[in-house]
């Protein structure tokens, strides 16, 4: 049961009484993380800080060679903010495409919401390569989109959609609907409908009062769903593989080529740690922009 | 003003109206397409189809190794996702009803799986298992598995557990329950959404997983998606649009169903 | 806030223990189905190369293998150069055979990864031409996988005759190449410095750098880079990208089927020719099998295939190259082969160089 003790004694004895229960649950599953989680990485990271059997000027020891080569790689800086940008305009592109299908959601007859949400699961359900693939059959030259603006009359000549930024940006957003969808659908859900039938019966408009209620009670959701599609955009590996060619690469697939395939396991790791660190700070200062702007709780 | 305002929640519905039904046609339209292609005659990607003809269904077979790629996938992701959940009741229990120090920070490291890159996470994991010398067997790639979905029923069983009336359980023990009681009958069946939709979710990831099974993979041991991609990359006929429908369709009839009778996905949401 | 009921204790933990217990059956019952280590004796690993060069084997030679040796084939496909990566990696449980091309033998047998082959342990041996056998005895090379220009017959309406049409100004956007990671990428350099320098092949291409800035020529020339073969033969078979560099083997069954594609059969500069072995890493478990596989490659009735189906030609010393063939592959003395031994140890530097301009 809970321990509600107002005094507070810094004895390890008592330390250990009042986290007794905690300390016990957690244990099995953090000794787990530690072994298979944490050590693997750290390996990984210390992997980054020493040389390759290939690099020049090598030395005993630490050294940042590898993060500086990373830094001077005019091809990694392209790749980086490619990454970048095709991660924040998929962000953006989902957030829009999907907050109108959650408020619909909210007001959809019981029949409808769940034919809704059957399909959105079962688009989660299929396998991402699944999914891409049927990108690649839409986007073919000889595919589905192409045909209609051909029929249409409004192209002579297949348009190259396939292997490029566009192709890619689409997959990651058709990934991304669901995980857009869901968190943002279930925050709304929280909010009372007496605070739309007030601010309604008080003269305010649908959009005022999505702008003025809606949206700002529902951040939560939304930071949990941009925060994820964003997560998952900048770590994209099989998308691009698919969809993209070497020209459209993202990090994961330049960190992967160098592990895989040229054994460089000292710059891989760098730049796999380097994409990571990027993401981590870009959602911390996404999350702190939020609550001290917006004054949400993220 | 009255006018102006029914035109302006008119203009609203139907500008929500529009944007959602282009985002679930969005959704369907390469699924819808992939089952036209796969009836599809022709050698080569084309639409609208000219002939149509359900050979392609027969050469799934041709896909290297399929089937054996996909019950190893199936049984990795329903052990991995079982393996997970379990680990999310102790974890969302911990998180949720006892006190720790740093809980902020423990979520935070629980759930940063999901933050780290998968290729990351794959290599990082292959060289651990290289190095203990178990590397690509069936154990290692289930580790690896568990890694990747732990976070989900973490945060589901979390969400679950922190809208959970804890007032029940107090009730109960102080009308003379066990613990072990009250935790059977009141604390699990309020975690029953997030344990369902904690569960699914880590499956699927699971299932479809492709980064970080390609690392942890040789030999005798594969995954269906690894398979299918293989096959995508080498091959230019439709026979993967043939396997795509089947799988859609398997995976459709099982979701409707478990919906009809177990309600899962409206336990999941609410 | 949803309405919570509690439910009676027994119905739910029946289902959820039975659940968890099914899985652990299934698990348990499953389980040594799922362990990896090769069965003692009677299993052959063999890594084979990709597309059509693979289905010809797996189509073809696996079942008379298994059948007549009564061993189990487990068949793994990848590219040269992952292939030297795994060599790398798993120098102490290495597949048993290898298909990879001379782009990767001459650097695998110099890093120590190769067996040499008991070439008195398989007859067919000696009907293996001089020229297939690459680095004396360490790989029996079957295929020659000659790389040439394909062109959309319905598009460009005049065969190219040199690898310089690529960067006329008249061809711009209508150009694919290769990318780095497969071998006749790293061919389009060598021959990008032929062109560039004027030196003929075998003084050329020891200047990558030059081939690499004049490669990024071709790039202001709106050359797009494929991903994998599928892509390739979508490009050219379309129409969209009529120009594309590409193996006669892997593109042979398309133009079978009529597809609007036709391999340029005369180039200048010469067309690109790569001999593809099989290869026997040092530490391979099952050498004898090993060796039987082989053998059976080597056999006249298999090799002949590799002339009628991927319209190459094999190592087989007897096999007459077919004029259908011929039609495909041009005079053979037009086909050069590169020193790849130095082009595989500065690989590495090369593709470094080439991710800088098309990365």
């Given at each position: 049961m809970l321990l509600t003790t107002a005094s507070f004694s810094r004895s390890p004895l008592s330390f250990w009484r009042r986290y007794r229960s905690g300390i016990l649950l957690l244990t099995p599953l953090l000794v787990f993380l530690l072994c298979f989680y944490v050590i693997p990485l750290t390996n990984l990271l210390a992997q980054s800080f020493s040389f390759s059997s290939?690099?020049?000027n090598q030395h005993d020891g630490w050294t940042f060679y590898q993060y500086l080569k990373t830094y001077e790689s005019a091809r990694l800086g392209r790749v980086l903010s490619r990454t970048f940008r095709i991660s924040f305009i998929t962000v953006l592109v989902t957030l829009v495409i999907s907050y109108p299908l959650a408020l619909l959601l909210l007001r959809a007859s019981r029949r409808l919401r769940t034919a809704l949400l059957i399909l959105t699961f079962v688009s989660l359900a299929s396998s991402l390569i699944v999914r891409n693939y049927g990108w690649v059959v839409v986007l073919a030259d000889g595919g589905a989109l192409n045909s209609t603006l051909i029929g249409l009359g409004l192209i002579d000549q297949p348009i190259r959609?396939?292997?490029?930024e566009g192709a890619i940006i689409v997959g990651l957003v058709h990934f991304a609907i669901p995980f857009m969808v869901l968190p943002i659908y279930g925050s709304l859900l929280r909010i009372p409908t007496s605070m739309r039938e007030a601010a309604l019966s008080l003269g305010s408009s649908e959009w005022a009062c999505l702008c003025n209620i809606t949206l700002p009670l529902s951040l939560p959701g939304v930071f949990g769903g941009t925060m994820l599609t964003f997560a998952v955009s900048m770590s994209a590996y099989v998308t691009p593989l698919m969809l993209g060619s070497p020209s459209t690469a993202m990090i994961s697939q330049v960190a992967a080529e160098q592990l895989l395939?040229?054994?460089n396991f000292p710059w891989g790791a760098a730049i796999i740690v380097t994409l990571t660190v990027l993401t981590f700070l870009l959602v911390a200062a996404y999350a702190s922009i939020l609550r001290k702007v917006f004054r949400a709780t993220v | 003003m009255q006018q102006s305002s029914e035109y302006q929640a008119r203009g609203y519905q139907t500008v929500v109206q529009a944007i959602s039904w282009f985002t679930i046609v969005f959704l369907l339209f390469p699924v819808l397409l992939t089952v036209i292609v796969s009836f599809n005659a022709s050698f080569f990607i084309e639409f609208p189809p000219k002939a149509l003809s359900i050979d392609w269904y027969g050469n799934i077979?041709?896909?290297?190794r399929i089937g054996h790629a996909t019950l190893i996938s199936a049984l990795i992701a329903l052990a991995s996702a079982a393996v997970a959940t379990l680990f999310g009741i102790c974890a969302s229990l911990a998180l949720v009803r006892t006190e720790l120090p740093a809980k902020a920070a423990i979520t935070a490291f629980l759930v940063s799986p999901i933050t780290i890159p998968m290729v990351a996470i794959g290599i990082a994991l292959v060289q651990f298992f290289i190095l203990i010398g178990t590397a690509f067997t069936w154990y290692s790639l289930l580790i690896g598995h568990i890694v990747l979905v732990l976070a989900y029923p973490i945060r589901t069983l979390v969400a679950s557990l922190t809208l959970s009336n804890i007032s029940l359980e107090e009730a109960a023990r102080s009308l003379g329950a066990t613990r072990r009681q009250v935790f059977i009958t009141i604390t699990l069946p309020q975690m029953t959404p997030g344990l369902i939709s904690g569960f699914i979710f880590a499956f699927l990831i699971s299932f479809d997983n492709y980064p970080i099974s390609i690392f942890l993979v040789r030999g005798g041991l594969t995954t269906m998606p690894i398979e299918l991609f293989n096959y995508i990359t080498q091959n230019l006929d439709p026979t993967p649009a043939a396997f795509s429908s089947l799988y859609i369709a398997i995976v459709s009839v099982i979701i409707f169903f478990a919906e009809k009778r177990w309600r899962i996905i409206s336990y999941a949401i609410h | 806030m949803s309405n919570q009921s509690t439910r009676s204790a027994s119905t739910s933990i029946s289902r959820r223990t039975l659940l968890k217990r099914g899985i652990a059956g299934a698990f348990v019952i499953s389980s040594p189905w799922m362990t990896?280590?090769?069965?003692?004796?009677g299993q052959l690993t063999v890594v084979l190369n990709q597309g059509l060069l693979a289905k010809l084997w797996i189509d073809e030679l696996n079942p008379r293998f298994e059948k007549e040796t009564g061993a189990t084939l487990n068949i793994q496909q990848s590219v040269t150069g992952a292939m030297l990566a795994m060599l790398k990696t798993q120098k102490?449980?290495?597949?048993d055979l290898m298909q990879f091309s001379e782009a990767g033998v001459f650097q695998a047998r110099d890093q120590g990864l190769l067996k040499q082959y008991?070439?008195?342990?398989?007859?067919?041996?000696?009907?293996?031409?001089k020229e297939f056998n690459m680095a004396d005895d360490y790989s029996a090379g079957m295929i020659d996988a000659m790389n040439t220009i394909f062109y959309n017959t319905n598009v460009i309406k005049t065969e190219p005759t040199?690898?310089?049409?690529?960067?006329?100004?008249?061809?711009?956007?209508k150009i694919a190449i290769p990318p780095a990671t497969w071998n006749n990428g790293i061919r389009m350099i060598v021959t990008a410095s032929q062109i560039a320098t004027g030196l003929p092949l075998d003084k050329a291409q020891y200047d990558f750098e030059s081939g690499i800035k004049h490669l990024a020529n071709l790039k202001k020339n709106g050359a797009v880079v494929y991903n994998d073969a599928p892509q390739a033969l979508q490009m050219m078979q379309s129409g969209q990208v009529p120009l594309v560099p590409f193996y006669v083997a892997f593109a042979a069954g398309l133009v079978a089927k009529g597809a609007p594609i036709a391999p340029a059969v005369n180039l200048k500069e010469g067309k690109h020719g790569e001999i593809v072995g099989l290869n026997m890493p040092v530490n391979a478990k099952n050498v004898e099998l090993a060796q039987a596989y082989v053998n059976l490659s080597l056999e006249k009735e298999f090799q002949s295939k590799i002339d009628s189906v991927l319209r190459a030609r094999c190592?087989?010393?007897?096999v007459v190259t077919s004029p259908d063939t011929l039609k495909l592959i041009?005079?053979?003395?037009n086909t050069t082969y590169a020193d790849w031994a130095f082009l595989s140890k500065n690989r590495p530097k090369m593709t470094e160089l080439w991710n800088e301009v098309f990365g």
């Open positions: 290939g690099d020049t959609f396939m292997y490029s395939v040229q054994l | 077979e041709k896909i290297h | 990896t280590s090769a069965r003692a004796a102490d449980n290495p597949p008991k070439t008195s342990s398989i007859p067919n041996w000696k009907f293996l031409r040199s690898w310089a049409e690529l960067w006329q100004a008249s061809n711009k956007g190592g087989h010393i007897d041009g005079d053979p003395s």
